[in-house]
Structures are given as structure tokens and as C-alpha cells.
Antibody, heavy 117, light 110 residues
């Protein structure tokens, strides 16, 4: 089955670091860009950035540049989203998505990150 | 890179048609025919229902259709059904391998 499987929910303290993961299966992982989308509680979707696992070329939304780091390990078909110092405002659901053409055809179920203030 | 503008909510009775607008600028919606639409039911991951402005993936009912004029794209749901009640998001390519989403529209079936 073609799918993106995300890591489980996290509860962290402000200032802590965190890396969440997204593993692709059922397709050639290095042939598709993988993106990350934030959804804050009760709010809309926000495009954060994207990476091509084949060569780790990455792009970021200006809103998220410098705030997070997107990486990938092609040997284990996994993409990552990392924070060095979490804030309460990072509390959100984070979806990984697969780019097909110019749209996102495959979505992970999301990883809920909670950073209590 | 500002979010695309969508109405916060639209509503219609079963069988009616509703249209959701998605307004951007010349460097996103107006500059590319790469607008996609996503449907999200509560507690679920979004699902794409329209891509490349007006293309519909297999399995999506033909009551969903998309169009674009200038800097505004639109999603029309014809013959509204109860299961169409959900949040809908537009998304546009914005150049240099970046994308931008709309703020989302809640569709209510009366």
C-alpha cells in the first residue's frame, strides 16, 4: 500500500528540541518531493517546506525559514521535521505530504505536537 | 507570501450548488495553472479533490469541479450532498518550488 506513516504524538516543554518523522512505503521514495504542512488547533493548513529525498534539495516558506529544518534519510525512506527550541506556538498537527506533479496526492495522518506554555 | 483568500463559510441545501472562491495574486494563482483543492472532514487528514485547476482524480465525484479566472480560482460543488459537509482548502504553486494554501472554507449542508 502506498502510504506515508508518521511518528506518534509528542508532548514537549518550551525550549526542548524535537524531530518528527514521515516514512514512505509502497513507492520509490527518492522519486517524489515530500512536504510538511502545519495545522494549528482549529485553524487552516499552512505550507511549511519541501524536500527532495533524492538529493536533499529543500525549500521553505518564508514564514518557517530558520524556524524548522527539513531533512531526509533516503536509506530508510524517511523525511524529518526538526525544531531546535520549541515554543508554545508550535503546538499543532503536522502533516507530511507527497508531491505528485504540482499537487499533494498523499497525506500522512499527522503528528500532534503539544508544547504546553 | 500571504495565504490565499477564501470565504470562511458557505452553505447550501441538499441538491443545490455552492462555489468557493480562492483569491491570490499574479505570482501564485494568477501565474500558474497549478491550483489544487483539498477536502478535510473533522479529525481526518485532507484529501485532494481537484488538481491543475480543473482536473479531477479518479474516485472523486463529478459534482466537484474547478476553474480559474485571473487571480481567482473557484471550486463548485453541484448537487450538494450531506457527506460534502467539510472544510475545503485551495493551494497554489507560488514559484521556486514553494506553495501557499488558502485560509479554508467551511461548507455546511443545511
Amino acid at each position: 500500500e502506498v502510504q506515508l506513516v508518521q511518528s506518534g504524538a509528542e508532548v514537549k516543554k518550551p525550549g526542548e528540541s524535537l524531530r518528527i518523522s514521515c516514512k514512505g512505503s509502497g513507492y520509490t521514495f527518492t522519486n517524489y518531493w515530500i512536504g510538511w504542512v502545519r495545522q494549528m488547533p482549529g485553524k487552516g493548513l499552512e505550507w511549511m517546506g519541501i524536500i527532495y529525498p533524492g538529493d536533499s534539495d529543500s525549500r521553505y516558506s518564508p514564514s518557517f525559514q530558520g524556524q524548522v529544518t527539513i531533512s531526509a534519510d533516503r536509506s530508510i525512506d524517511t523525511a524529518y521535521l526538526r525544531w531546535n527550541s520549541l515554543k508554545a506556538s508550535d503546538t499543532a498537527m503536522y502533516h507530511c505530504v507527497r508531491l505528485s506533479g504540482w499537487h499533494y496526492d498523499l497525506w500522512g495522518r499527522g503528528t500532534l505536537v503539544t508544547v504546553p506554555s | 507570501q500571504s495565504a490565499l483568500t477564501q470565504p470562511r463559510s458557505v452553505s447550501g441545501s441538499p441538491g443545490q450548488s455552492v462555489t468557493i472562491s480562492c483569491t491570490g495574486i499574479s505570482s501564485d494563482v494568477g501565474g500558474y495553472n497549478y491550483v489544487s483543492w483539498y477536502q478535510q472532514h473533522p479529525g481526518k487528514a485532507p484529501k485532494f479533490i481537484i488538481y491543475d485547476v480543473s482536473e479531477r482524480p479518479s474516485g472523486v465525484p463529478d459534482r466537484f469541479s474547478g476553474s480559474k479566472s485571473g487571480n481567482t480560482a473557484s471550486l463548485t460543488i453541484s448537487g450538494l450532498q450531506a457527506e460534502d459537509e467539510a472544510d475545503y482548502y485551495c493551494c497554489s504553486y507560488a514559484g521556486s518550488y514553494t506553495w501557499v494554501f488558502g485560509g479554508g472554507t467551511q461548507v455546511t449542508v443545511l
